[in-house]
């Protein structure tokens, strides 16, 4: 829809305004620089980092407004807060180290039973795959996040796991309509992005799965929410642009422009902390 974006809670997502251009929509994470008496320097930092949107609208109708501020009340659920950035959603809605599994092996939110995956060489980058994957080992009763993407009326969610079983059994299914639908894993070394649709749909959750036990070489994942009829192109990976849910940093601040032609402005910012509250 034209100039609105799909924001919103799992119990209820609506078009509202798009922010204003310029929107900060910064990572950040861990990092320390040490400088060292011999003239050197050391830099550490995290390679998991979260989102933080810094969103502001200007000269709205209170009416269309409003629901943003409704949103931080907690009116329409308690819960997180999703939104369809369209800067991620015809590129990767994964977070980054859903994307690029490796990474959850050096820091970021623990995936599978709380604990870290082992780390291989992937062994094609002929797609521009990650150097480095993530082995899980996954079973019947693991203890696993999953990872909710929206999708707004009129689009399609295109799903596409890049791995390899390699032994036993597990992997990838989108979980919608009360069902699991395992997701047929995809080579790295495949310029097919995507081998999975989901239209008719509020959104899915991506999860681990397994029937008894399994051991599951993720070397990365792709989501992209597309219009209806669009068909995804084929290429190489693409790094995850989206995030796990979000949550106001503070009361959005209201700015009162003119009461005559009802005019006000409105300003928030929105910290992604969903992935952080599964440990």
Not at 109 to 133: A, F, I, Q, W
Not at 242 to 263: C, H, K, W
């Amino acid at each position: 829809m034209y100039g609105k974006v799909w924001f919103g809670t799992r119990e209820y997502m609506q078009w509202v305004p798009a922010p204003a251009v310029e929107v900060d929509a910064t990572r950040q994470g861990f990092a320390a620089t040490t400088n060292f008496l011999n003239g050197g320097a050391q830099i550490r930092r995290s390679k998991t980092s979260a989102r933080r949107y810094s969103f502001s609208w200007n000269l709205q109708r209170r009416e269309d407004i409003t629901p943003v501020l409704d949103y931080a009340d907690g009116i329409y659920g308690k819960g997180h807060v999703y939104y369809v950035d369209p800067f991620a959603a015809d590129r990767n809605m994964l977070p980054p180290y859903w994307a690029a599994p490796y990474m959850n092996y050096y820091d970021g939110p623990v995936m599978v039973d709380g604990k870290r995956p082992e780390l291989v060489t992937n062994g094609s980058v002929t797609n521009g795959y990650p150097l480095e994957s993530a082995r899980y080992t996954v079973t019947d009763d693991s203890t696993a996040p999953r990872i909710y993407i929206p999708i707004p009326p009129g689009y399609t969610a295109h799903v596409g796991v890049h791995g390899t079983l390699e032994d036993g059994d597990a992997g990838m299914s989108a979980y919608y309509a009360g069902a699991e639908h395992p997701i047929t894993l995809l080579s790295p070394s495949s310029a097919m992005r995507t081998n999975m649709m989901i239209t008719g749909q509020d959104g899915f959750e991506l999860k681990f799965n397994s029937s008894d036990e399994g051991v599951l070489r993720l070397d990365g994942m792709i989501v992209q929410v597309l219009p209806n009829g669009a068909v995804p192109p084929s290429g190489g990976f693409i790094s995850g642009q989206g995030t796990s849910g979000l949550e106001f940093e503070n009361q959005p601040a209201i700015s009162q422009y003119n009461a005559v032609m009802d005019r006000i402005g409105v300003t928030a910012d929105l910290i992604e902390t969903e992935a952080w509250k599964w440990q």
